[in-house]
């Protein structure tokens, strides 16, 4: 290691130490004493340092591209949540724009103010570098709302947990004269080849999309909801048998036709499997609907309506 490269580190962990010393005491001179109990100074003076060396580090990176942060200061940044109490979240980005103003004038006293080129380059890094830290502490706020909401972090939608608190409320509603309603187990073929081989943002996409073109062609009474990582489940109440069936060849159409295909070409398989005619119990239903599913798939139809009977096991 060279003597130049020696001497930045050293900089490098001298100036996080003492920028972290200076930004917790402007975050607790910016907060209210009343709101002193409400922040996790503990946890700041623990990852402050290592927050600030990842910064340091992301500025002297050459040709740092968007989007293209490093995973530690990816964490740090969306571990910033926890810095203040949840009603308090909105006083975040306050305290990241005091540190982009200390990180600012630590870099000017050490490679001088400076003009020209230089100089706005390195400003545009610094203002680059801290939208995208806002950005990423945006999106874990985001994510943890959507969890206390019961909505799946990828797709936005209901998640797991939901599904089954509205398939047993449709279930008891239906004993007490509501009607009948199906159940569309949606099941993304590929999507594991494709975040092994295109990675998991390729993944997301896809299944936000999927979600996306699914819900829209529910009409207004279906809701959809994120049962694993590859299926999605719609409750679509006061249609059953084929005219089900027909809805989930519809929504299979739409979803190719969003991918830039037909619904020969659309990367879903959809059971479907209907109350009271297929099962008369929550958890039956859902397996009546994934035997269905695999029905789907294995034959190529892409569409399979269960031929389970309520009240019959199937061999």
Not at 61 to 73: D, K, M, R, V, Y
Not at 280 to 289: I, S
Request: charge should be negative.
């Amino acid at each position: 290691m060279s003597w130049a490269v020696q001497a930045q580190r050293a900089w490098q962990v001298r100036t996080s130490e003492e920028l972290a010393r200076a930004w917790i005491g402007r975050v607790v001179e910016r907060t209210p004493l009343a709101e002193l109990d409400e922040l996790a100074l503990g946890w700041l003076g623990r990852e402050a340092p290592g927050l600030i060396g990842d910064l340091l580090e992301e500025l002297n990176a050459p040709h740092l591209a968007p989007g293209l942060l490093a995973e530690s200061t990816v964490r740090r940044a969306r571990a910033l949540a926890e810095l203040r109490a949840p009603g308090r979240a909105a006083e975040v980005p306050r305290d990241l724009a005091l540190l982009q103003t200390l990180l600012g004038e630590a870099i000017a006293r050490n490679g001088g103010a400076g003009e020209g080129p230089e100089a706005d380059e390195r400003q545009e890094r610094l203002v680059r570098i801290f939208g995208e830290l806002q950005a990423e502490f945006t999106q874990a706020l985001l994510e943890e709302r959507d969890e206390r909401e019961g909505r799946d972090t990828v797709t936005g939608i209901e998640d797991e947990l939901a599904l089954h608190e509205e398939l047993a409320r449709m279930v008891a509603a239906g004993g007490r004269g509501a009607g009948p309603f199906s159940v569309l187990e949606i099941d993304v073929d590929g999507l594991r080849h494709l975040n092994n081989s295109a990675g998991n943002g390729a993944g997301d996409q896809l299944l936000r999309t999927v979600a996306d073109t699914a819900g829209r062609s529910l009409g207004l009474g279906g809701r959809l909801f994120r049962r694993a990582g590859d299926e999605l489940v719609a409750l679509v109440p006061g249609s059953e048998g084929p005219a089900a069936a027909a809805l989930a060849a519809q929504v299979r159409e739409a979803v190719g036709q969003a991918l830039g295909g037909d619904a020969f070409s659309a990367p879903v398989s959809i059971g479907v499997a209907a109350w009271p005619a297929h099962a008369a119990e929550p958890a039956q239903l859902l397996d009546r609907v994934r035997e269905a599913t695999y029905v789907a798939k294995s034959s190529g139809q892409g569409v399979a309506l269960s031929q389970a009977v309520a009240g019959l096991q199937r061999s």
